[in-house]
């Protein structure tokens, strides 16, 4: 049996929060919690402390590498995975300078996309 992982889900859209919340549970994560911005993000994830952080780029306070490189500099830091609904290519070398595990477009988020992250780093 896998390993269960903890998520904290960051996006600034309900409807998606509430999908990934769902697909991801029934892969086999537990979900601990959702935020809306990157303010809250960060407060959620020192408060519960998940194993992963499933982040989009595109928040209305900050954006998502500015979030990862916060999350980055916790005494225990998640693992991040960014995720937008744009190619991870339009971002360039944002996502590999942002310290997170990966990048996962959102109509390709599966728990097996995220494991495989994971795995590499």
Do not use: W
């Amino acid at each position: 049996m896998r390993q269960v992982t903890t998520v904290l889900i960051v996006d600034d859209h309900p409807s998606f929060r509430a999908n990934a919340h769902a697909l991801l549970e029934e892969e086999g994560f537990e979900v601990v919690g959702e935020a809306e911005s990157g303010e809250q993000a960060l407060r959620e994830a020192k408060r519960l402390h998940p194993d992963l952080v499933l982040l989009d780029v595109q928040l209305l306070d900050l954006d998502g590498f500015q979030v990862a490189e916060r999350l980055r500099k916790l005494e225990d830091p998640p693992a991040i995975v960014l995720t937008s609904s744009r190619d991870g290519a339009d971002y360039g070398c944002c996502i590999r300078n942002s310290g997170a595990n990966g990048f996962v477009p959102k109509a390709e988020l599966s728990g097996a996309a995220i494991a495989a992250l994971l795995v590499k780093s």
